[in-house]
């Protein structure tokens, strides 16, 4: 392994110093080093700009600088070439005058020796490497900081103060970075989410967690409202009980609004759908129900005229074709439009659909209740919680292979929760995940509608659960406990 010569300039006005030095220099170091002997720091500066040194020694007294300056003109000039002090004096305080000037050592004339020298060189050069990578990791931190399309605060959330902004950040809550630095990170939230800002901020330094994703408006001062998702990590320790966090922000306020064009769009396309269903569903039953009814009252009348065989026979059996006819007519009917929520309400509904499930799959189903009566301010709402137990029912019948459902309505702190299950094979969590579910994508989406939460799981050979959860804002409820 070749050892890379070190070079080492010797900044000393006294003769005897230098050849001291530089004797001892050569005895530690031997054929290791270089040394560039000037009296005068111009010789030493001139010289500087000409060649790299690894490391500079320099007395503090010189012919043409005194003191701290000198050390203060060396970094000047020397940004990163390690620097070494040689004073005759022992003195503390100058000594880290020295340091904080720029110097990475301190040495007492006379108190040198090899083993001191060997040591000073390597400590120094390998300190001022060290230095120099953290520098350059400090710019590095710092380009990313003023650059980065994200915008990056460091704040205290203990108490709110910023730390430091870079400018993205300030351009996307509407603020000068000067104005962020004298404001609590509180003051930039919508007042209506200040309350929820609060508790997730609580919740998050007492969970321990080492990082957390918020969503939240903002308020510019102009009054306009946008809305932006808030990373935060735990970032450093600035104090035994201080610790500070980056916050990076980003303006979510377009995708916002296309997610909520999304829902009133799905919204739109859902009530489309359910005025085509009403429409068809009129049609066969006052239409084709009534056509055959008229029909079968026909073939009574004829069934009673004709009695001669083989024709009374036939017509009787058309009787009772037509008959069969209009009950499939009638129970399609039913199905493309829920007249029962009409007649019956939101809970006779779905008692209904509850019954209908039992009589036509023989599953056994039960259905407990703590209200007497149900029902939502918006009667579209009605129509989509309607539709997604509706929809439920049909995957139980077409792929849990149940014997048993149960059906629970209650009502808790904040919403009306309805609970369904099933003892039948579970649901897989890639048949929940799949995009090819659309049963599950559109009771999601029916749900999104009116602000609920629609979950559901599943245990191999134990059967699904579904659960629905409606806001108690959406619904009126009376409390009467209905077993079934």
Same mark, same amino acid.
């Given at each position: 392994?070749?050892?890379?010569?070190?070079?080492?300039?010797?900044?000393?006005?006294?003769?005897?110093?230098?050849?001291?030095?530089?004797?001892?220099?050569?005895?530690?170091?031997?054929?290791?080093?270089?040394?560039?002997?000037?009296?005068?720091?111009?010789?030493?500066? &001139? +010289? *500087?700009?000409?060649?790299?040194? !690894?490391? $500079?020694?320099? @007395?503090?007294?010189?012919?043409?600088? /005194?003191? #701290?300056?000198?050390?203060?003109?060396?970094?000047?000039?020397?940004?990163?070439?390690?620097?070494?002090?040689?004073?005759?004096?022992?003195?503390?305080?100058?000594?880290?005058?020295?340091?904080?000037?720029?110097?990475?050592?301190?040495?007492?004339?006379?108190?040198?020796?090899?083993?001191?020298?060997?040591?000073?060189?390597?400590?120094?050069?390998?300190?001022?490497?060290?230095?120099?990578?953290?520098?350059?990791?400090?710019?590095?931190?710092?380009?990313?900081?003023?650059?980065?399309?994200?915008?990056?605060?460091?704040?205290?959330?203990?108490?709110?103060?910023?730390?430091?902004?870079?400018?993205?950040?300030?351009?996307?809550?509407?603020?000068?970075?000067? &104005? +962020? *630095?004298?404001?609590?990170?509180? !003051?930039? $939230?919508?007042? @209506?989410?200040?309350?929820?800002?609060? /508790?997730? #901020?609580?919740?998050?330094?007492?969970?321990?967690?080492?990082?957390?994703?918020?969503?939240?408006?903002?308020?510019?001062?102009?009054?306009?409202?946008?809305?932006?998702?808030?990373?935060?990590?735990?970032?450093?320790?600035?104090?035994?009980?201080?610790?500070?966090?980056?916050?990076?922000?980003?303006?979510?306020?377009?995708?916002?609004?296309?997610?909520?064009?999304?829902?009133?769009?799905?919204?739109?396309?859902?009530?489309?759908?359910?005025?085509?269903?009403?429409?068809?569903?009129?049609?066969?039953?006052?239409?084709?129900?009534?056509?055959?009814?008229?029909?079968?009252?026909?073939?009574?009348?004829?069934?009673?005229?004709?009695?001669?065989?083989?024709?009374?026979?036939?017509?009787?059996?058309?009787?009772?074709?037509?008959?069969?006819?209009?009950?499939?007519?009638?129970?399609?009917?039913?199905?493309?439009?829920?007249?029962?929520?009409?007649?019956?309400?939101?809970?006779?509904?779905?008692?209904?659909?509850?019954?209908?499930?039992?009589?036509?799959?023989?599953?056994?189903?039960?259905?407990?209740?703590?209200?007497?009566?149900?029902?939502?301010?918006?009667?579209?709402?009605?129509?989509?919680?309607?539709?997604?137990?509706?929809?439920?029912?049909?995957?139980?019948?077409?792929?849990?292979?149940?014997?048993?459902?149960?059906?629970?309505?209650?009502?808790?702190?904040?919403?009306?929760?309805?609970?369904?299950?099933?003892?039948?094979?579970?649901?897989?969590?890639?048949?929940?995940?799949?995009?090819?579910?659309?049963?599950?994508?559109?009771?999601?989406?029916?749900?999104?509608?009116?602000?609920?939460?629609?979950?559901?799981?599943?245990?191999?050979?134990?059967?699904?659960?579904?659960?629905?959860?409606?806001?108690?804002?959406?619904?009126?409820?009376?409390?009467?406990?209905?077993?079934?």
């Amino acid at each position: 392994m070749i050892i890379p010569t070190i070079h080492i300039l010797l900044i000393e006005d006294n003769e005897a110093d230098a050849i001291l030095v530089e004797s001892d220099l050569q005895q530690a170091m031997g054929e290791q080093m270089t040394v560039t002997h000037v009296e005068r720091l111009s010789s030493a500066i &001139e +010289l *500087i700009h000409k060649k790299s040194f !690894d490391l $500079i020694l320099s @007395d503090l007294t010189l012919p043409d600088s /005194d003191g #701290i300056t000198t050390i203060k003109q060396l970094r000047e000039h020397a940004i990163s070439t390690p620097i070494a002090v040689l004073s005759f004096r022992d003195d503390e305080k100058l000594a880290i005058k020295a340091i904080k000037a720029g110097a990475q050592d301190y040495l007492v004339k006379g108190s040198l020796t090899e083993g001191v020298l060997a040591r000073v060189i390597r400590y120094s050069i390998e300190r001022q490497r060290i230095e120099e990578s953290n520098r350059r990791a400090q710019k590095r931190f710092q380009t990313i900081f003023e650059k980065s399309p994200l915008g990056i605060a460091l704040v205290n959330l203990h108490t709110g103060r910023y730390y430091d902004v870079n400018p993205k950040y300030a351009s996307i809550v509407g603020r000068r970075v000067d &104005e +962020l *630095i004298d404001i609590s990170h509180a !003051d930039i $939230i919508h007042p @209506d989410d200040l309350q929820s800002y609060h /508790d997730d #901020i609580e919740s998050f330094l007492n969970s321990g967690r080492v990082d957390c994703k918020i969503e939240k408006r903002i308020l510019h001062q102009d009054i306009s409202v946008f809305w932006i998702k808030i990373s935060i990590v735990r970032f450093e320790a600035i104090a035994s009980n201080e610790i500070c966090y980056l916050c990076m922000i980003e303006d979510i306020t377009e995708r916002k609004q296309m997610i909520e064009n999304l829902h009133q769009l799905a919204a739109h396309l859902q009530d489309i759908r359910e005025e085509e269903r009403t429409r068809i569903g009129r049609e066969i039953h006052d239409v084709l129900g009534g056509t055959l009814t008229v029909l079968k009252m026909d073939l009574d009348w004829l069934s009673k005229k004709i009695t001669a065989e083989p024709m009374h026979e036939r017509i009787k059996l058309l009787y009772q074709l037509t008959g069969e006819a209009i009950e499939t007519a009638r129970r399609v009917s039913v199905n493309l439009r829920p007249n029962v929520l009409d007649n019956l309400g939101l809970l006779g509904a779905i008692e209904w659909l509850v019954r209908e499930l039992e009589q036509r799959t023989k599953i056994d189903c039960t259905l407990e209740s703590t209200i007497s009566n149900l029902s939502c301010h918006n009667k579209s709402y009605e129509t989509a919680i309607f539709r997604i137990i509706q929809e439920v029912f049909i995957n139980i019948t077409r792929h849990s292979n149940a014997t048993e459902v149960d059906v629970e309505l209650v009502e808790d702190e904040d919403d009306f929760v309805i609970t369904i299950k099933d003892n039948g094979v579970g649901i897989t969590k890639l048949q929940i995940l799949n995009p090819q579910s659309f049963g599950i994508i559109s009771m999601n989406e029916r749900t999104q509608q009116f602000g609920g939460e629609f979950e559901i799981s599943g245990i191999a050979s134990q059967g699904s659960v579904v659960m629905l959860r409606i806001p108690l804002a959406l619904v009126t409820c009376a409390e009467e406990a209905i077993d079934g």
